[in-house]
């Protein structure tokens, strides 16, 4: 079966709306009220639903387009639901309920573990004021830290509340702040999570706390994939500072990649895909991140080689995402077209996915403005690069149903 031939006429015809979410207060976009939103953005036709195309390309198979990642404005539909706590804390609540106040919170909220997260507005994100640390030696753990009762959480309302909002053809991701470095150095101050590393007195003790970690990270995705679909699961951990690593690669291999491939290999057992979400220069430490399983990291661009990364793990099976390039102020459609068609041949056969390089923001010749341009211009181009491939047989009665589904609506269409 051949795939249907690109169509500008077809692919760029509105077929409905993606909802918006209106409980994250970092998306610089208000309405007349002055709240802050992502409003519902325009569905466009496609030859297969978008997530499908998303799981083609972690099949190994050749997808329809290079898959577009990102929270907005993309092919995944992020989901932070407001029933976690941590969720509530760092002012994410990314789903499909009403507008949240969050002026109206007490300036620290606490999270998941009762830790006292307060919201910080240059990192869009909440921390725990060190000084005051919950545990100072992991071998206390046990006796201090207060496990949510997973089971307590409110997944009818999450359920209703969320079927419009997780009911589209986009990939579903659980976002989940706080994974298990962030966690000790949250629970701990991030000295004391440090030396809790580097002491063989406290070895045992953090294996044990991140092993019990891992479970109740599982508990939840398990019980969020009970109620609504879920495609995707991305796990904060933030493994390097912006100029090196927090930690070695041996440290990394012997603390971190048991825990995660542990809640890697429980999403896949599910057919679910998981990223890791690394802030900081951490390429040393990207055989961790092979050796957990995990399927994708977004390296930023300003501080790590990525087309190194990408060339060095090419046959591994952790994937990369790219960031776009520069889009200089005064481009017209065409210049973006052809920075896109560039970027098209260089990445197309490299198994990359892109997303919108935020980090770029600051340079001054560089307009952010141009995004969404660039954005379709990629998926035009691919979408032209990968057309030749065939369906893979599996998918043939689910491609042609989706197109008969749309037949009518292109009927004069040629």
């Known amino acids: 079966m051949k795939r249907e031939t690109y169509s500008e006429a077809k ?17 610089r976009l208000r309405t007349a009220e002055g709240k802050y ?9 496609r030859p297969i639903p978008v997530r499908e195309n998303f799981k083609m390309f972690f099949r190994g198979e050749t997808p329809y387009w290079i898959p577009n990642i990102g929270w907005f404005f993309c092919d995944i539909q992020e989901f932070r639901p407001r029933q976690g706590q941590d969720n509530v804390a760092h002012h994410q609540c990314l789903d499909g309920g009403p507008h949240i106040d969050y002026s109206t919170f007490p300036k620290v909220t606490k999270g998941w573990l009762e830790l006292p997260q307060e919201w910080e507005t240059v990192s869009c994100g909440a921390t725990v004021r060190p000084g005051n640390p919950l545990v100072e030696d992991m071998n206390d753990w046990e006796t201090i830290v207060q496990w949510p009762d997973i089971d307590m959480i409110d997944y009818e309302t999450m359920k209703e509340m969320n079927k419009e909002y997780l009911g589209s053809d986009r990939a579903n991701q659980l976002g989940i702040q706080l994974g298990l470095w962030e966690r000790m150095m949250a629970m701990m101050d991030a000295s004391n999570a440090a ?22 990270y599982c508990d939840y995705i398990s019980r969020v994939a009970e109620v609504v679909r879920i495609d995707c699961v991305m796990l904060h951990d933030d493994w390097g500072t912006h100029t090196g690593p927090f930690f070695s690669l041996d440290t990394a291999m012997k603390f971190f990649v048991a825990p995660m491939k542990k809640i890697v290999d429980h999403c896949h057992s599910m057919g679910i895909i998981f990223e890791h979400h690394c802030c900081g220069k951490a390429e040393m430490l990207v055989p961790a991140m092979v050796a957990t399983g995990s399927d994708f990291w977004f390296p930023q661009p300003a501080i790590n080689d990525v087309d190194m990364l990408i060339e060095k793990y090419k046959d591994e099976h952790l994937t990369f995402a790219v960031g776009n390039p520069i889009l200089p102020k005064g481009s017209s459609v065409e210049e973006i077209h052809k920075i896109a068609k560039d970027f098209v041949d260089k990445y197309a056969d490299k198994r990359i996915l892109f997303c919108s390089d935020s980090g770029k923001a600051q340079i001054p010749n560089h307009d952010t403005s141009l995004w969404p341009i660039f954005r379709d211009a990629v998926y035009e181009h691919s979408r032209k690069a990968y057309q030749g491939a065939p369906v893979p047989e599996d998918m043939e ?10 037949q009518d609506l292109f009927s004069d269409i040629a």
């Open 195 to 216: 030396i809790a590393l580097m002491d063989e007195d406290q070895e045992e003790a953090v294996k044990a706390f991140l092993d019990k970690l891992s479970d109740m």
């Open 11 to 27: 692919e760029w015809t509105v077929i409905g709306k993606y909802p918006g979410f209106k409980g994250m207060e970092d998306v």
């Open 37 to 45: 939103v992502c409003p519902d953005t325009d569905r466009y036709y």
């Open 397 to 406: 009665k689910m491609v042609l149903e989706h197109q008969l589904q749309y």
